[in-house]
DNA sequence: CTGCCTGCAAAATCTTTGCAGAGTG
DNA sequence: CACTCTGCAAAGATTTTGCAGGCAG
């Protein structure tokens, strides 16, 4: 006797479309921003389904939650590196410094078992230095 | 004429209370955390009243946010420093590392202003290591 | 027909806020 | 009285979930 396995679908429509989108943005959109995005270029699709699907490609790997103040944003690279976020709108961008691998190794003290680390550079963005108003644009 | 500022409280009482908890802890409670461990100890105060005065203290620069995944947590200790994150329980430790203030003058690119950094560890704790179960204790 | 995917609305979680009453001087 | 602080409940913001209908094999 055998057992079967279910085929699953790789990837669904829903999914595949909320992954490009977030593919071709350098900024980690939150789950809001993408699908306003979607829906402005002709995909109808709820924000529930951008939310369930984030969530799963999260779960696969695929995506990347990065969590601040305000709604969590999503970063389609999942190899690790660093980011920079905007202090004013939240914005998360992706650095180009080398992983230093060798701060997971050290001992913390305290029995921590270290699996990795991040490191968040907070500033402004271009965008926001010369801006006065609206502290917290979505 | 003179204009006279009203005088203000340095420290309400609930304020005070709020604030001493949170320094007796090293994991950085959060919120509905304090709210618990103020009541059990015999202080009666609302969750919006920690929550307000949170707030409060954080503006004052007292203590300081953290994000993650579920609430926020809160950090009696606002000289830079560094944290671990326990991926299991949400729990947020300080370490003892020196600060690298030379990243804060290096050049990111894409004309970042670079106002502080965070570096944040990844794991478990020691609590969480022979666990099973309950993956999102609060 | 069977099962997955989706939209919708409701629920859940976390946080803030309006308002009225208590306390202080 | 004038004012702040607080509790309560309601509202807000963000995210998840139950359920029914649609669509594909």
């Known amino acids: 006797m055998r057992i079967i396995i279910m085929s699953r679908r790789e990837r669904t429509p829903k999914q595949h479309v909320i992954l490009e989108a977030i593919q071709g943005r350098t900024d980690?959109?939150?789950?809001?921003?993408?699908?306003?995005?979607?829906?402005?270029?002709?995909?109808?699709?709820?924000?529930?389904?951008?939310?369930?699907?984030?969530?799963?490609?999260?779960q696969e790997g695929k995506v990347r939650e990065l969590h601040g103040a305000g709604p969590d944003r999503f970063d389609p690279t999942v190899s690790p590196h660093y980011h920079f976020r905007c202090h004013r709108c939240g914005?998360?961008?992706?650095?180009?410094?080398?992983?230093?691998?060798?701060?997971?190794?050290?001992?913390?003290?305290?029995?921590?078992?270290?699996?990795?680390?991040?490191?968040i550079f907070l500033g402004l963005c271009q965008n926001c230095q010369g801006e006065k108003e609206e502290p917290w644009q979505k």
Chains 1, 2 share one sequence.
């Not at 002709?42 to 799963?56: C, D, M, W």
């Open 91 to 119: 914005r998360i961008y992706d650095l180009d410094l080398p992983y230093r691998r060798e701060l997971d190794s050290l001992n913390l003290g305290l029995g921590f078992k270290v699996l990795g680390h991040q490191l």
């Open 28 to 58: 980690h959109p939150t789950a809001e921003e993408l699908y306003r995005e979607l829906n402005e270029h002709g995909h109808a699709i709820s924000l529930a389904t951008v939310y369930r699907n984030l969530r799963a490609l999260t």
